[in-house]
Nanobody, 123 residues
């Protein structure tokens, strides 16, 4: 499956953005999906994930209550709604797909990765 992330940009602190990740190839509805991010000079870190049927979601503590992951299997797209953005949310955001068990927050267990979209939050 190929993943294309979009929706990044420059936003002021306190603002909102919605990221999208469109899938092509494969059977999107069978994949668990995740969002990760990597800030300059830092390791890639988990942000949020959702199971194939959207019955379960999981969030990093740092974004809990501010970010919401969702998916539309008919559109083969997963979303990340980001509210109350902070300067420390600045990073390249990547979407990822996992075809077997739900990896939740383990990056190495995801099989496919998108190219990333840059989010910059100005303070």
């Amino acid at each position: 499956v190929q993943l294309q992330a979009s929706g990044g940009g420059l936003v002021q602190a306190g603002g909102s953005l919605r990221l999208s990740c469109a899938a092509s190839g494969g059977t999107f509805s069978t994949y668990h999906m995740g969002w990760f991010r990597q800030a300059p000079g830092r390791e890639r870190e988990f942000v949020a994930s959702v199971t194939w049927g959207a019955a379960n979601t999981h969030y990093a503590d740092s974004v809990q209550g501010r970010f919401t992951i969702s998916r539309d299997n008919a559109k083969k797209t997963v979303y990340l709604q980001m509210n109350t953005l902070k300067a420390e949310d600045t990073a390249i955001y990547y979407c990822a797909a996992a075809g077997l068990s739900w990896p939740i927050n383990t990056a190495s267990a995801y099989d496919y990765w998108g190219q990333g979209t840059l989010v910059t939050v100005s303070s």
